[in-house]
């Protein structure tokens, strides 16, 4: 501050001083004089910055929980290049969230600023960057195609019948993530009929090679590729013949760094599918049906089909589940003013433009008593959201309406949520896509927890298991053990469940010669017998969980 040189001032001035010599702990005021003859006044400062400032800063930041994770963002070593600088006394850092699709990512900023703000040797004002990892810095498993190996989650969008609005979902689910902040790409693996070439409009459809890769065409910033970009028409070819042309696609093709590529499966439970969950590592799946019990049968199907290759299916979007109906009152208003002149009349009122008065306050009326909001006609029936709640544990579900525009977008070559960003249903999609992005946080930080880590210990010739926090002493396996235990059809008859392979024709001396992950649910195992085996990670849990008994027991003979 500055004083004029005044009596007041220098009172204050002697004032200052005095305090300061009975406390010479604290800092006292600093003071010079100008050219002016004015007295320069410099305020106390007792909040230096203490040595421990960070540890204060990220106690702070430790009361901020992740609701989907539920541990606070500091342990889960969200917080980044935390720096305060010394001459504005300003704090700053990232907040690395799993996605940059977050949809509490506002909520968290708030919360971060205003815990570091409180603290007495900040500046309060707090500089608090939102960010995500790159995808490009994500690793990817040896058996991932290259072109997927910068992709940090595939959703499935699925149905098993053919014409619910699958294809529609999956489309305006990608554009709503991409609204989000995400970097989104759609694959359509619909061989057989693709629809993507329909439903979305490139920004150029000339289809490119980036070396031996096929370059993924865009629009708006999205990625897309189907077989209907490179091929006219749909492929008339038998399965056998399909899969390994899906699985030449989905190797040539170059995604590049993708927060999220929307998978747009083919209907069905077949070869195809399987084919998919296991070849691109889905991480989840969104289901999507519409209120017919028929529909809701093949629901059921697919929520199996993806438990057995251990894909978890966390929203049902549940299509053309109602008809708006507009109530707004109609009536004949030419009949309504004649009636109310021929009464006017009779009663001796001549104002020719009484009438038409009454009129419109009829309508104000009516329009206020009657509620404005759309009537949801089910013609369809009501739905299973309930069952699929009880029965299956899903939580989410989303209802669409029939609407004409939905279905004209989808015809015109440009999403439903661009053109209409700012409606109702526009809502329900990003909604579904912030559903989508919470539950995949929550997906792979389970997976990263619980999914076994199998290592080959050659000196000991065990196999080492640990299953994130529930490692016990002693949790080994002989590998001849799990070779035996082996379920595929040349070890197992599929259909009677017969044991083909004989234990002891598996030498105790087997071992592996390598071990990857394959998608999220199973382990595959090259044996040095030459054969090759596939361990669900049910499978291994169980076996070893048949140890640990087994060990138990021994202890308490």
Not at 11 to 17: E, G, M, Q, V
Not at 125 to 143: E, F, K, L, N, Q
Not at 536 to 553: D, F, N, T
Request: charged share 25%.
């Amino acid at each position: 501050m500055k004083f004029g040189k005044s009596s007041l001032a220098i009172a204050l001035i002697h004032s200052a001083l005095h305090a300061a010599a009975f406390a010479p702990s604290s800092k006292y005021p600093t003071f010079a004089v100008d050219e002016h003859n004015s007295v320069l006044f410099s305020s106390t400062d007792d909040n230096n910055i203490p040595s421990n400032w960070d540890t204060k800063v990220l106690s702070k930041l430790s009361t901020v929980i992740d609701p989907d994770l539920e541990r606070d963002i500091v342990s889960l070593g969200f917080i980044k290049n935390l720096e305060i600088d010394e001459e504005t006394r300003q704090v700053s850092f990232d907040v690395e969230l799993t996605t940059p699709a977050c949809p509490i990512k506002d909520q968290f900023k708030s919360e971060c600023e205003a815990l570091v703000n409180s603290l007495d040797f900040t500046n309060g004002d707090a500089r608090v960057s939102m960010t995500a990892p790159d995808p490009a810095r994500i690793g990817a498993s040896p058996d991932t195609p290259f072109g997927l190996s910068q992709v940090k989650a595939v959703i499935a969008v699925s149905s098993c019948k053919g014409g619910v609005g699958k294809s529609t979902t999956a489309v305006n689910l990608a554009y709503s993530l991409k609204k989000l902040g995400a970097e989104v790409g759609i694959f359509d693996a619909d061989i057989y009929g693709p629809s993507l070439p329909t439903m979305v409009k490139p920004d150029t459809d000339a289809v490119e090679f980036v070396g031996r890769q096929i370059k993924t065409l865009e629009r708006d910033g999205v990625k897309l590729m189907s077989f209907g970009y490179v091929n006219d028409g749909s492929a008339v070819m038998r399965g056998p013949m399909i899969t390994q042309l899906l699985d030449q696609f989905l190797s040539l093709t170059y995604w590049g760094p993708l927060d999220y590529l929307i998978l747009d499966m083919p209907p069905g439970t077949g070869d195809i599918q399987l084919t998919l969950s296991q070849k691109m590592n889905i991480t989840a799946a969104v289901i999507v049906t519409t209120p017919q019990e028929l529909s809701f049968v093949d629901v059921e199907r697919g929520i199996e089909m993806f438990d057995s290759v251990n894909v978890p299916c966390v929203s049902v979007v549940e299509n053309m589940a109602y008809l708006e109906v507009d109530e707004e009152p109609k009536f004949d208003e030419t009949i309504m003013t004649k009636a109310f002149d021929e009464i006017l009349q009779k009663k001796g009122f001549t104002d020719e433009n009484f009438a038409t008065e009454l009129v419109d306050v009829v309508k104000s009326s009516l329009k206020e008593s009657i509620s404005q909001e759309k009537n949801k006609l089910r013609i369809f029936g009501q739905g299973h959201k309930k069952r699929l709640s009880e029965q299956w544990g899903i939580e989410h579900t989303f209802s669409v309406p029939l609407m004409d525009k939905i279905a004209a977008n989808g015809d015109s070559g440009t999403p439903f949520v661009m053109e209409y960003p700012e409606s109702e249903q526009a809502g329900v999609y990003t909604e579904l896509a912030g559903t989508v992005a919470r539950e995949v946080v929550k997906v792979q930080y389970a997976n990263e927890r619980n999914r076994p880590t199998v290592a080959y210990n050659s000196e000991k010739h065990l196999l080492e298991i640990s299953i994130g926090d529930e490692n016990e002493e002693g949790d080994v396996l002989p590998p001849a053990e799990l070779r035996r235990d082996c379920k595929c059809a040349a070890c197992v008859e599929e259909f009677s469940g017969r044991q083909i392979l004989k234990p002891e024709d598996i030498s105790d001396s087997v071992k592996p010669i390598s071990m990857n992950p394959t998608g999220n649910y199973a382990l595959s195992v090259d044996w040095s017998d030459g054969h090759k085996s596939l361990y669900p990670y049910k499978q291994v849990r169980s076996l070893l969980q048949s140890r640990r008994e087994a060990r138990s027991k021994v202890d308490v003979i």
